[in-house]
């Protein structure tokens, strides 16, 4: 999706502004507006789940992969060969999902697409179709998306569709394939 030139600058400002003032905001890209919001990090995108479920959740692009009681989870298109690309600013807008051991498969997920990855700082991050698994900090119920399609960061980011591709929205052609 290319952007016209105004928007992604002004979402690259609201970014800066919001670290430089060392506050919590979270800013992106979403189909052509600029979107702004001030959430409060839940606890679910901060913590380690020793073993979290991965399950399908009805929303509204369909049925997209989630935590069992948490939040849906999110591709990033900047990552690449089961490596994460979001750390620092960026993972406290798209907490990576931390665990201790690899998750298990709730009806609907195929548990061969399940894994994890170890980030740069020696943490375990849980993956699916080879994709790591981030929350949005923006999300404030379990069937939220409202991460789907940002750009921020230097890359768009995805609900997950159980084939391991990015879940997109009917009126771009269904459950795509990022």
Same mark, same amino acid.
């Given at each position: 999706?290319?952007? %016209?030139?105004?928007?992604? *600058? /002004?979402? $690259?400002?609201?970014?800066? =502004? !919001?670290?430089?003032? @060392?506050g919590?905001?979270?800013?992106g890209?979403?189909?052509?507006?600029?979107?702004?919001?001030?959430?409060?990090?839940?606890?679910?995108?901060?913590?380690?789940?020793?073993? %979290?479920?991965?399950?399908? *959740? /009805?929303? $509204?692009?369909?049925?997209? =992969? !989630?935590?069992?009681? @948490?939040?849906?989870?999110?591709?990033?298109?900047?990552?690449t060969?089961?490596?994460?690309?979001?750390?620092?600013?960026?993972?406290?807008?798209?907490?990576p999902?931390?665990?201790s051991?690899?998750p298990?498969?709730?009806?609907?997920?195929?548990?061969g697409?399940?894994?994890?990855?170890?980030?740069?700082?020696?943490s375990?991050?849980?993956?699916?179709?080879?994709?790591?698994?981030?929350?949005?900090?923006a999300?404030?119920?379990?069937?939220?998306v409202?991460?789907?399609?940002v750009?921020?960061?230097?890359?768009?980011?995805?609900?997950?569709?159980?084939?391991g591709?990015?879940?997109?929205?009917?009126?771009?052609?269904?459950?795509?394939?990022?």
């Open positions: 999706m290319t952007l %016209p030139r105004s928007l992604a *600058r /002004r979402s $690259a400002v609201a970014v800066a =502004v !919001a670290t430089a003032a @060392g919590f905001a979270v800013a890209t979403v189909a052509g507006s600029t979107a702004a919001a001030a959430p409060r990090p839940a606890p679910h995108v901060s913590s380690v789940a020793s073993r %979290p479920t991965l399950v399908l *959740r /009805r929303t $509204a692009l369909g049925k997209v =992969v !989630a935590i069992k009681g @948490g939040h849906v989870v999110y591709l990033f298109g900047k990552d060969s089961h490596k994460s690309n979001c750390s620092g600013v960026c993972a406290g807008f798209w907490p999902v931390l665990v051991r690899k298990h498969a709730g009806s609907g997920i195929h548990a697409k399940i894994g994890t990855i170890t980030r740069s700082n020696g375990k991050q849980a993956t699916y179709g080879g994709h790591p698994l981030y929350n949005y900090a999300d404030q119920s379990g069937t939220a409202s991460g789907e399609g750009h921020t960061f230097g890359a768009t980011w995805y609900a997950l569709h159980r084939s591709k990015a879940a997109l929205p009917a009126a771009s052609g269904g459950t795509g394939g990022y």
